[in-house]
């Protein structure tokens, strides 16, 4: 079936009391339940649908999107782990199935984890994968260093954040390095630290060279807009600054020593207070 995992706008072909009928690429016909519909569609009306399999193993069009299409990899909770698999939390009311032969490692029932939607070739089913280094690619070189990419937190290790990049590439954001907090699933801007010879990318949260300071200066003026003070200074506690804004201490002095310089802050004994324009 062409439209199996993918959102596909079919026509309804007809009409029966269990719902509405729509025409595939190949001529056949596949369950719309009645509870999507309006009670105003006309035979021949299109309808956006995603075509999964039910309980049953039979296909059926709903109005949902899940958090991943046929080919796409998505962060999902494990809902329930039995002998031959567990079943994921995709945001479907039936959940996806992944094999015990498709896992990376074990799962455990609450625990995140990335996972592909592939189709099972052998019963035509659509189930899920996590051993996601099957998919991944190593040549890097169309990235360089400084480069703002969209990562996918997936995994957290001794070293740092694991994180996917644009569904191919997989990254590393050191734990020395993230002054903000970061959960798995979360999706964040990132940008490119290193690209390493075996395929995988050094990231970072901020960026680099002057877009990086000007945005450490945005934030700490976003923050001195609330009160007009910030009780931070050179000599706080870096723990202290990355509660506050989410910065290294290094960063945080950067940008204080930008702001002094464009007369926009006054440093004080106790922290920084906003100048206010007359």
């Keep these: 079936m062409e439209e199996l995992g993918i959102l596909s706008t079919l026509p309804i072909a007809r009409f029966t009391d269990n719902g ?10 596949v369950l719309l339940p009645k509870g999507y519909l309006q009670g105003d569609e006309r035979e021949g009306d299109e309808q956006e649908v995603f075509i999964y399999t039910d309980s049953e193993d039979r296909p059926v069009a709903v109005k949902e999107r899940p958090v991943a299409l046929l080919d796409e990899f998505a962060v999902m909770e494990a809902k329930e782990v039995t002998k031959i698999g567990a079943f994921m939390d995709w945001g479907l009311l039936k959940d996806l199935f992944v094999p ?37 690619i190593e040549d890097t070189r169309g990235y360089e260093q400084g480069q703002e990419v969209k990562a996918l937190i997936f995994e957290e290790t001794d070293l740092g954040f694991k994180a996917l990049i644009e569904d191919r590439f997989e990254g590393l954001f050191y734990r020395n390095e993230v002054f903000t907090s970061l959960e798995i699933g979360d999706q964040v801007r990132a940008f490119i630290k290193k690209v390493r010879e075996d395929g995988k990318l050094d990231l970072q949260l901020t960026p680099t060279g002057r877009q990086k300071y000007d945005e450490g200066c945005e934030r700490i003026l976003q923050e001195l807009g609330k009160s007009g003070f910030l009780p931070l200074h050179d000599k706080s506690d870096p723990e202290d600054v990355r509660a506050v804004l989410g910065m290294s201490k290094k960063h945080f002095k950067q940008s204080i020593g930008q702001l002094y310089k464009q007369n926009r802050i006054m440093i004080q004994e106790n922290g920084i207070a906003l100048v206010r324009e007359d």
């Design 20 to 29: 509405a009928y729509l025409t595939l690429s190949d001529g056949a016909e």
């Design 100 to 136: 015990n032969a498709e896992m990376l490692s074990p799962m455990e029932k609450g625990k995140k984890y990335l996972v592909r939607v592939c189709v099972d070739y052998r019963t035509n089913r659509l189930i899920g994968v996590s051993k996601y280094r099957d998919f991944l």
